[in-house]
């Protein structure tokens, strides 16, 4: 071969994979720019955009990537910038102890010693767990659960949902609900009180209704398992309370669907448990988990899919000893193994 002659050059394997470069329009671009994913030919043309368009050249790293999308190169970018973070948090954390600053630990929420201590006994007591959240939410702000000493036993806030409500507010929450009361027993009085109807009539339109509920609630007796009627004042809202009269007035509250939300399922697998209306509260909380306070699902049926996803619905749980004791053989008796024995004697 002369020196004229110019060496073969491999055939582009991705020959339309080639485009001109998006700065100078001239040659055929080698590189992206991990930023905005320009595609430049050369060092001085990076540069360029860099100067004209104000790019810094850097991957947004928390920028969301399609699953066919990501790739080992993309796993890597992703484990440095979990690295960098951690390295952050390290030196905040000693910068911090430096100066002398105290502050709150940023793996989660330091409890008070009344909070410590409910949990606690709501975990060795009535077998719930019972999740905290920031101070700032709002869901806290409004939590008054409580552990009553002199009666052992938790005094919860409940919220109630009747999704199949649209024409108003379909919620409200309740404080001072005593764990021995049933839910269902709060429903029913609820519905058959007068006080929806006589209000109305005596306020008329002058009281918007969030104060009329606030000033004026709802007093009713609540059965419990110790034999007691608890004297309860609830906060629903005057609106609401007239829908639920008109449109579950004539259902009975054993066919109704009451459900607690599972924690810790994916949110595209929502899944719940049902609950009891007839049993008290804390009998249904057993072996599950509660973010600040429970939250009871009502239907007049029962959901098949919530946001699109199917709705997986779970009988009320019990403990593994107890499932074990009730799906154990059972044992035979002393005279029942003798006969298939067949022994001639009688067993002693």
């Not at 004297?231 to 007035?249: H, M, N, R, V, Y």
Request: charged content about 25%.
């Amino acid at each position: 071969m002369s020196d004229a002659e110019a060496p073969p050059v491999a055939a582009d394997p991705l020959p339309l994979a080639k485009s001109k470069c998006e700065q100078c329009n001239i040659h055929d671009a080698k590189y992206k720019c991990p930023g905005c994913l320009l595609r430049t030919c050369s060092v001085s043309c990076s540069k360029q955009h860099k100067a004209s368009s104000g790019c810094s050249g850097e991957r947004d790293r928390s920028k969301f990537v399609k699953r066919a999308e990501y790739d080992a190169n993309t796993l890597m970018s992703d484990y440095g910038f979990l690295q960098d973070l951690a390295r952050d948090c390290t030196n905040l954390s000693h910068d911090a102890e430096e100066r002398g600053v105290k502050g709150r630990h940023p793996a989660g929420t330091v409890l008070t010693r009344a909070q410590k201590n409910i949990t606690a006994r709501a975990k060795s007591e009535r077998q719930v767990v019972i999740r905290y959240m920031s101070p700032g939410i709002q869901r806290h702000k409004v939590n008054r659960t409580l552990w009553a000493s002199s009666k052992s036993r938790l005094v919860w806030t409940v919220e109630i949902v009747v999704p199949e409500v649209e024409a108003c507010q379909n919620k409200w929450i309740e404080t001072g609900f005593h764990d021995v009361c049933r839910i269902g027993d709060l429903w029913t009085r609820l519905l058959l009180s007068s006080w929806g109807a006589r209000r109305a009539n005596d306020l008329g339109d002058e009281v918007p209704p969030r104060k009329r509920a606030r000033n004026d609630p709802v007093r009713i007796q609540l059965a419990s398992d110790d034999g007691f009627e608890h004297p309860f004042s609830s906060a629903i809202p005057l609106e609401l309370l007239q829908t639920l009269k008109s449109d579950f007035g004539q259902t009975p509250i054993e066919d109704l669907v009451l459900l607690i939300r599972v924690q810790d399922m994916p949110a595209n697998k929502p899944t719940f448990c049902k609950i009891n209306p007839s049993e008290p509260l804390y009998t249904q909380l057993r072996y599950q988990t509660v973010l600040e306070f429970p939250t009871i699902y009502v239907y007049k049926q029962a959901p098949t899919e919530i946001g699109g996803h199917a709705v997986t619905i779970e009988e009320p749980r019990v403990s593994s000893i107890e499932t074990e004791i009730s799906n154990a053989p059972e044992v035979p008796t002393l005279d029942e193994a003798c006969e298939s024995e067949a022994l001639d004697s009688p067993c002693e």
